[in-house]
């Protein structure tokens, strides 16, 4: 199974990375981490939006208007845990905004849709037997290096509430990675270096130098 960190696949240059990444994976099905920018995609792509989308295309799948002009086979995991490979795959999309939070999500608007609610920390919480947790946010104490705290006390309840085996994190375009009670988590490094492949079977993650596009 494909793993891919953030894309930000708007930019040229980073788009055929992302598909270099593809090719180079050669996988049937892929998760992403956020920050895709581009849902176009060659393979199954079960992912969390980030902080940096298109909103629009993104509350079109949110309420499963899957047919949206420009996306092929961009699936975004909403309230809900998926199987993928026999693994049962949840996430939380967005970044937290002290100021968003309470809201209810039809009540965001234009880049304010970035954020997670507490709405859907709460769909997330009560899902059982999650074998993987993807979230663009990181809980805290993971070893990254940003000019300001690392970690979001929502995320730290997710994880004490679902307890996946693998916890994987977008944003901070950082390989990094810690234990958090019995889950491991790991903080990838964006497409335009490195890309993942998943073993579904011992959840073992192998990372690889993207090929040049």
């Known amino acids: 199974m494909l793993v891919l960190g953030d894309a930000h696949a708007d930019d040229p240059d980073n788009r055929r990375a992302l598909f270099a990444a593809y090719r180079a994976a050669d996988a049937d099905v892929a998760l992403q981490l956020g920050d895709l920018l581009h849902y176009d995609l060659p393979i199954p792509t079960y992912f969390i ?6 909103f629009d295309t993104i509350d ?14 961009a699936r975004l995991i909403v309230g809900e845990a998926v199987e993928v490979e026999g693994l049962r795959i949840a996430g939380l999309s967005g970044n937290y905004a002290p100021t968003q ?9 234009g880049e304010r ?3 997670f609610v507490r709405d859907d920390v709460e769909a997330v919480k009560q899902l059982e037997e999650v074998d993987v947790l993807l979230t663009h946010e990181a809980p805290h104490g993971l070893p990254v ?5 690392v970690g979001c006390e929502y995320i730290d309840e997710l994880l004490e509430a679902v307890e996946p085996r693998l916890c994987l994190v977008g944003h901070h375009h950082q390989h990094a990675e810690m234990a958090y009670d019995d889950t491991r988590v790991v903080s990838l490094a964006p497409v335009q270096e490195r890309y993942y492949r998943l ?3 011992t ?3 192998d ?7």
């Open 203 to 205: 959840l073992a993650l």
């Open 60 to 73: 079109a799948l949110r309420h499963g208007r899957v047919e949206s002009s420009g996306v092929t086979n």
């Open 113 to 115: 849709r970035r954020h």
């Open 49 to 54: 939006a980030g902080n940096n989308e298109d």
């Open 199 to 201: 073993d579904p079977e």
């Open 145 to 149: 290096s940003e000019d300001y705290e």
């Open 101 to 109: 939070y309470e809201r209810p999500r039809p009540n965001l608007h």
């Open 207 to 213: 990372s690889y130098s993207t090929p040049p596009s």
